[in-house]
């Protein structure tokens, strides 16, 4: 049998290219003419003579070279061929290795990416390359437990993202769902972290609803000197009370000045992307005032896509910025009123100043989709009549309230 000091003593023959020293039980250690040394357990199976490489030496120690001899015989024994087994379980670790947090998660993503709109799509992945991948991404997916996980996400924390800390571990468990039914892994830790995490408190678009200081916004307006077609842009947001996309976005081919009506396409509007592809088009009626800005804003853009051009002349729409920027700039900060808050100042507004305008034709002008049997119904060319009274009705209230007109402010006892 071989010792410690024989096998770092032994050497090959310069007449020969390897020499083999015998231990015990088929192992042997082979040493080359280059003086490199190898573990090797000699068996037979299935009436063969075949043998199993156990390592280098001295990075695998004489001892270690017997348990992995001992292990094989056990294997073969057992019925195994021990070459063929120590495959198996490399083709297994391999596979597992696979199976890691960020390969389950862009398989999932690109599962579920084509029925996602396009910019949830690019959110989620990039959410994930930077904020999970990094951390977690490399760990075989069972082996991402709750409490690793959560350390994940509490370094998002950290910065007091609190809402994209909810969003990532939604994704997370998205991703581990995916898993179980993939059979990938047979646990979802993410949903184990409920509560974990500090309060999320949302904040609401900044947005003027007093009447008096609706008038002194909309006579800031008036009295803008910057670019008209942003002049135009903030008196058409109060006038249409659109998404902010939708408005700076705003295309000449979706006007028809003639029948005083926007139509926003489908694939425009903030609905899943189911509701892009066979949704209908968002009718938004335009009162005399709205035509009246169109009009006069033809001269100046009309020429090209978008009723509001970026000013770069790069052929893109304005940027989400300018709203914001021309705010600031009349007096407005960013906790007072923001580019949706014309959204939900028209929608506070409509419900307390213009009496029996019903909250569904408010909710179908505002493209706010409805849930139940009912869908989409009150978006439909039958609700047309009322939804044109309505605009015209909040154009001659905003005009009231930019000519100073008197109004009565409700106070809390």
């Known amino acids: 049998m071989l010792t410690d000091r024989a096998c770092r003593n032994a050497n090959c023959p310069p007449n020969k290219p390897r020499a083999r020293f015998a231990d015990s039980g088929g192992l042997y250690l082979e040493v080359a003419a280059n003086g490199s040394k190898r573990w090797f357990a000699k068996y037979r199976f299935g009436g063969k003579e075949k043998r199993l490489a156990l390592g280098n030496y001295p990075t695998v120690s004489l001892k270690d070279a017997r348990d992995g001899r001992d292990v094989a015989r056990k294997t073969r024994e057992q019925g195994a061929d021990p070459v063929q087994a120590r495959r198996v379980a490399r083709a297994v ?3 597992s290795a696979a199976i890691t947090f960020e390969a389950v998660a862009r398989e999932y993503h690109a599962t579920k990416a084509e029925g996602w709109s396009t910019t949830h799509a690019k959110q989620w ?7 999970l991948f990094p951390w977690v991404g490399s760990l075989p997916l069972a ?9 994940t996400l509490r370094r998002v924390e ?7 800390v909810r969003d990532l571990s939604e994704y997370a468990g998205q991703v581990f769902r995916y898993g179980i039914q993939s059979g990938k892994t047979i646990a979802n830790p993410a ?6 995490f500090k309060h999320h408190t949302v904040r609401h678009a900044a947005a003027l609803v007093e009447p008096v200081r609706v008038g002194e916004l909309l006579r800031a307006i008036e009295g803008y000197a910057g670019q008209p077609t942003t002049r135009a842009a903030l008196e058409l947001s109060a006038l249409i009370f659109q998404r902010p996309g939708n408005v700076r976005a705003m295309e000449w081919a979706w006007i028809d000045l003639d029948a005083a009506m926007l139509t926003i396409p489908a694939d425009s509007m903030k609905r899943v992307k189911a509701g892009k592809i066979n949704g209908r088009p968002h009718f938004v009626p335009l009162a005399p005032r709205a035509v009246e800005l169109l009009k006069d804003l033809q001269p100046l853009t009309g020429h090209g896509r978008f009723v509001f051009p970026s000013t770069r002349g790069d052929g893109r729409c304005m940027s989400e910025n300018t709203i914001a920027g021309a705010l600031l700039g009349m007096g407005f900060s960013r906790e007072q009123m923001s580019a949706h808050g014309f959204r939900a100042m028209a929608r506070t507004l409509i ?7 019903s909250p569904d034709v408010i909710e179908a002008q505002l493209a706010h989709g409805k849930a139940g049997p009912l869908g989409m119904a ?14 015209q009705s909040w ?3 905003l005009e009231q309230l930019r000519a100073g007109a008197t109004v009565i402010e409700f106070k809390a006892a």
């Open 93 to 95: 670790k391999t596979a």
């Open 125 to 131: 992945l990039r959410c994930c390359e930077k904020d």
């Open 143 to 151: 082996e991402v437990t709750a409490p690793v996980l959560l350390t």
């Open 158 to 164: 950290a910065r007091g993202a609190t809402q994209l």
């Open 191 to 196: 949903a184990d972290l409920k509560g974990a």
């Open 351 to 357: 419900v307390e100043r213009l009496p029996g305008v």
């Open 378 to 391: 009150y978006d439909r060319a039958e609700f047309m009549e009322q939804r044109r009274a309505l605009m």
């Open 395 to 397: 154009a001659d209230y």
